[in-house]
């Protein structure tokens, strides 16, 4: 170990990643043409150190999160995980010029792993381990309200909108509602943070942090460091994985790239989030799993569509982000699901288990649908 909740691993894997995006720089594209095998080493090697750099980027922000406390602990690895996700969805919308509905996959592709599949585990497992679970009403009401609100606007009012052709929004639109996307957005970290910041506590969480050791000074810099070289490293590495990953899904006969592309995407960037909350679940404080869990939902949702309206309004480019009618339903489904699970401010194996089923409704319809 280096330090509290830093391993070998997140340090040499930013270094990796880093060192690996300088080279493909200096030579681009002078390595792929050595040898013919160069064009399937060259994303795979970048893969595995992207995923590398995830999980350093937990560990990072887990020591940091340890020395400045909840919740703002977990904004910390909240926004990290919204910069990678960042970084990948350029790279897809980059790479794929000719269809619009990248950012929309992704988006919707977050909310559906997080709010059923990461949820509905989180819940199985503290279920089968504790019986029942408590949570802070109030807290979770307070996810609910923005998520429910930032998915409606950006994925299903612009299948009923006039003013441009389809499920898109007009420019004066997309400033309209990317403008409301970040005011809510803010005024709900003020509430988090500030105003009501005991609707977010974990009673559970803080007795068995207690006498946790806190990380000094000097090791908080240098997560914080470690932190901003894991981010770049997949930042910069995204554009050599996500072209190879939606030709290989071509090459294998997926009938629809884009939307396992933005769920290959999403999965990848919420992993550290998701062994967050895994964790706390585990360990009775359900609380913190739903902050990191539906934290990350609600600023992919708040943070990423802004950024990706500035791309469209910036290029000249068309997003479509309405959603066709089976994801709809979909959509609505999980969060009526969601106002129902956590509405007693207990949950327990059973409500987890009914997440779950939910996504993997969800997961077979990427693939048949």
Known sequence: MIGVGVTIGSVVFPALALGYAAVFA?????????????AFVVPLTAAALVIGSVFAALRHAENISAKVGEPVGTLVLTIAVTIIELAILTSMINHGM??????R????????????????????LGGFRHGEQELQPMGASAYLAVLIALSMLTLIIPNYTTSSYG????????????VLSILLYCAFLFIQTVRHRSYFLDAHAAALGAHAHA?????????????????????????????????????????????VTGACAALLVLLPESLNSIRAAHRNALQTSLNGALGSVVSTIG??????????????RE???????????????????????????????FTGLVHLVVFATYAFFLFFP
């Open 26 to 38: 200096a030579t681009e594209g002078w390595i792929e043409n050595v040898h013919p095998s160069m």
């Open 98 to 103: 000719d269809d619009p509905t990248e950012a």
């Open 105 to 124: 996959e992704a988006v919707f592709s977050a909310i559906m792993i997080v709010c059923n599949g990461l949820v509905g585990l989180c819940l199985l």
């Open 167 to 178: 499920p898109t929004l007009a420019p004066a639109q997309l400033v309209f509602v990317s």
């Open 215 to 259: 990380p000094t000074t000097g090791q908080s810099i240098f997560a914080g460091a470690g932190l901003a070289a894991s981010l770049l490293g997949v930042s910069l590495l995204a554009q050599r994985v996500i072209p190879s990953l939606e030709e290989a899904l071509a090459w294998a006969g997926v009938a629809e790239v884009n939307p």
């Open 303 to 316: 943070l990423t569509v802004p950024t990706v309206a500035l791309l469209s309004l910036s290029t000249g």
């Open 319 to 349: 997003i479509v982000f309405g959603l066709g009618s089976r994801d709809t339903a979909m959509l609505v489904l999980t969060l009526m699901l969601s106002v129902v699970s956590f509405g007693a401010g207990r949950t327990n194996v």
